[in-house]
């Protein structure tokens, strides 16, 4: 039957609508159709699937510290001459600042629904973005290689200690073929649960978090049952003191452990954009990051401490301690433990920020999954695990180098949205080019400007002590060394100004408002 009503004129896209709580999304006639910046994983959440809690940001959190880099992060700080308590503080006072710009840059996620390399967009432009977010991409990945060889290596040491003989075990590469096979099976594990997509880590995490805790906790009191008490080091005095021989260390220590989570301060909004609304994405970081982070470090120490006092000796690697053990009950605890704690914080801290970037840089042919597969390739081929051999090349050279870059996209990030836009987006043109932020071919000079200005100021001094690393000791900019030590400060600070001088008023074009709740 033939319709009776004259087709009328099409009907243009519709504005996007805020609910009660400022959230927007994509009216259906808005949504972008373009392949070379759009597709199912970089369009906004729907308002129905942002359904993350308090909860959820928390056991993320919980389930993302509690892992083996994080408790050797108090080790290496001693390691360099601090006592428990300076090593515990400088942890504690990183964790604050970081959470800064970490809920800053979170709060797009919840009110937009995009994810870290769409937010980038705004201020560096439809491809300039691919510039910070193929970045943090390869900083993922090289975590990605880190975690999980410490996770294969920590699942080999147990096993072995179960299986007696397994590290005997012919040798391929300079390793025995068995940490190989623990190292692949890990890293295929990793895989399976992203490959799977966001809900199910969200699930994961949600019981991954308290398992990990009970397990730090299972080892605190098991330590402290065999020393009868923590021992001696807890009283053993700092080799730094509080003088002039501690600032020149804690300095560039403090910026290394703001390097460690610096990572996650920039591309955060991949996960608020689930979140239910801002008051679950900040209550559950507050909650989560800085008092975890602090805890488990002070954890790190009492453990530690008793180790002394059983064995003799300091024993800051938990797998190694544990592995002192003839129960095999609780070598296979431990063994589920490590696993459990080094997913966690693998497949949500590494995989799901480069598999996001990497969509970025071709939506075509590059979804989700696809992305968090070149990931898991592209983190084994680059053999990161050497940058742990010191702790000087890891927290000097390594945390040290990566704060400093992110800290400056993380500067243009919040100027570009705080303080320019003043948290307004047209959420259509970050899809679109020819829109708002299409910039100059898809490119935003200031924000490139600010960042190579800003990296080389944060960087640009880079320098290591003779033999301990890959910089001249003089620094690599000589007059810049004195800023190195303070990299991720002076790259957040120096991009975040000069961006904004750069922008003005007149250099940014303001999107429109969606009504009263559009802020």
């Known amino acids: 039957m033939t319709s009776t009503v004259p087709p009328g004129p099409p009907v243009p896209p519709q504005d996007p609508i805020p609910d009660a ?30 359904r993350w809690t308090t909860y959820n940001f928390t056991a993320l959190w919980v389930g993302m510290a509690h892992n083996i880099p994080s408790w050797l992060l108090a080790s290496g700080l001693v390691a360099l001459g601090m006592d428990w308590k300076q ?62 060889w410490i996770g294969g290596v920590g699942i080999f040491t147990l096993l072995g200690k179960i299986f007696g003989g397994w590290a005997k075990a012919s040798e391929i590469g300079g390793q025995p073929w068995t940490l190989w096979l623990c190292f692949i099976l890990f890293w295929a594990l990793e895989l399976a649960i992203i490959y799977r997509g ?33 021992g001696p080091l807890l009283d053993q005095p700092s080799k730094l003191g509080w003088g002039k021989e501690f600032w020149p260390v804690f300095f560039p220590s403090l910026m290394g452990m703001i390097a460690f989570w610096a990572t996650l301060s920039l591309n955060i909004p991949d996960f608020t954009r689930f979140g239910a609304g ?37 024993i800051w690697d938990p797998v190694q301690l544990v592995a002192r053990t003839d129960n095999v009950f609780g070598l296979l605890y431990a063994l589920v433990t490590v696993l ?31 992305g968090a597969l070149i990931t898991g390739v592209v983190g084994v081929l680059i053999m990161p695990w050497k940058l742990t051999e ?49 910039y100059t071919n898809g490119w935003n000079w200031r924000a490139v400007a600010a960042f190579i200005v800003g990296g080389v100021l944060a960087i640009g001094g880079s320098h290591s ?39 003005g008023r007149s250099g940014v074009t303001p999107a429109r408002t969606y009504g009263p709740a559009g802020r």
């Open 198 to 230: 966001m809900d199910a880590l969200r699930r994961f995490e949600n019981w991954a978090a308290p398992f990990v805790i009970v397990g730090a906790v299972v080892l605190l009191v098991w330590v402290a049952v065999k020393a009868g008490g923590f």
């Open 87 to 148: 090593a515990v503080f400088t942890i504690a006072l990183a964790n604050l600042i970081v959470l800064g710009p970490m809920l800053l840059t979170g709060h797009a996620g919840p009110k937009y629904g995009i994810p870290f390399p769409v937010l980038a967009r705004a201020s560096f432009g439809l491809r300039g973005a691919n510039l910070p977010a193929l970045i943090r991409a390869a900083v993922a990945c090289a975590w990605f290689g880190i975690q999980t």
């Open 340 to 370: 459990v704690a080094t997913v966690s914080v693998n497949i949500a801290a590494n995989v799901v920020s480069p598999a996001y970037d990497l969509a970025n840089l071709a939506p075509r042919f590059i979804n989700f999954r696809t």
């Open 465 to 503: 002590a003779p033999g301990a690393g890959p910089f001249p000791a003089g620094g690599l900019i000589p007059f810049l060394k004195p800023l190195a030590d303070y990299g991720w400060a002076v790259g957040l600070a120096s991009s975040l100004v000069l961006y904004v001088l750069l922008s």
């Open 21 to 50: 709580s400022g959230r927007i999304e994509l009216a259906p006639g808005a949504v972008p159709t373009d392949n070379r910046f759009v597709n199912e994983d970089l369009l906004p959440v729907p308002l129905e699937r942002r």
């Open 278 to 314: 801002q008051r679950a994405q900040i209550r559950g970081q507050s909650l989560g990051l800085p008092t975890t982070m602090t805890l488990f470090a002070l954890l790190s120490v009492l453990v530690t401490s008793g180790s002394q006092a059983v064995y003799g000796e300091a």
């Open 390 to 438: 010191t702790p000087e090349l890891y927290i000097f050279t390594w945390l040290g180098l990566v704060g400093g870059l992110l800290g400056t996209v993380a500067g243009i990030l919040i100027a570009d949205y705080w303080i320019v836009r003043r948290t307004v987006l047209d959420l259509a043109d970050l899809y679109r080019p020819g829109g708002r932020y299409w």
